[in-house]
């Protein structure tokens, strides 16, 4: 199985990839930091089978002289609406380390929001996953997600 981590945390990022590789021993996991090196790499072959995705995203990689560009609450959104344009139809779960987020002068819960992905993106969207570093739940969660991956795909 190859699994695609599209996350800009970096303490995060290591810890999802360790619970990947270490826990769930799965050897075939590569991660990007932004909108458009994901979007990039979701055009690559080999294709990943799954996507853990974060919603909040800048629009470039973070470097030493590179601000990332417009940092997107709903960057997650945009990867989604690329991949329905590009006929993408990979399983996606998204692992957000928030609990809401601002939208419209409002706030827009996790609730609300798995309700909207499952509407919009019927096609791509699994599961939505509240990452906290202090708690083990979203690794339980991750891996069902990995497990339900064949059956999604029939």
Do not use: C
Not at 93 to 104: H, K, M, N, W, Y
Not at 130 to 149: A, D, G, H, M, P
């Amino acid at each position: 199985m190859r699994v695609l981590v599209i996350e800009d945390d970096p303490f995060k990022a290591k810890r999802i990839l360790a619970f990947l590789k270490q826990q769930l021993a799965i050897p075939d996991v590569e991660s990007e930091r932004s909108v458009s090196t994901g979007l990039v790499r979701l055009v690559a072959d080999p294709k990943p089978d799954a996507l853990l995705l974060d919603m909040s995203l800048s629009t470039y990689d973070v470097g030493a002289r590179e601000t990332g560009g417009r940092p997107q609450n709903f960057g997650g959104i945009a990867v989604l609406e690329h991949m329905v344009r590009r006929a993408i139809t990979i399983p996606v779960a998204i692992i957000t380390q928030f609990e809401s987020f601002p939208r419209d002068g409002r706030e827009l819960g996790l609730g609300d929001l798995h309700e909207e992905l499952s509407v919009k993106y019927p096609s791509l969207f699994r599961e939505l996953i509240y990452y906290n570093s202090r708690e083990t739940q979203w690794e339980e969660q991750v891996e069902i997600f990995l497990k339900n991956i064949e059956e999604w795909r029939t």
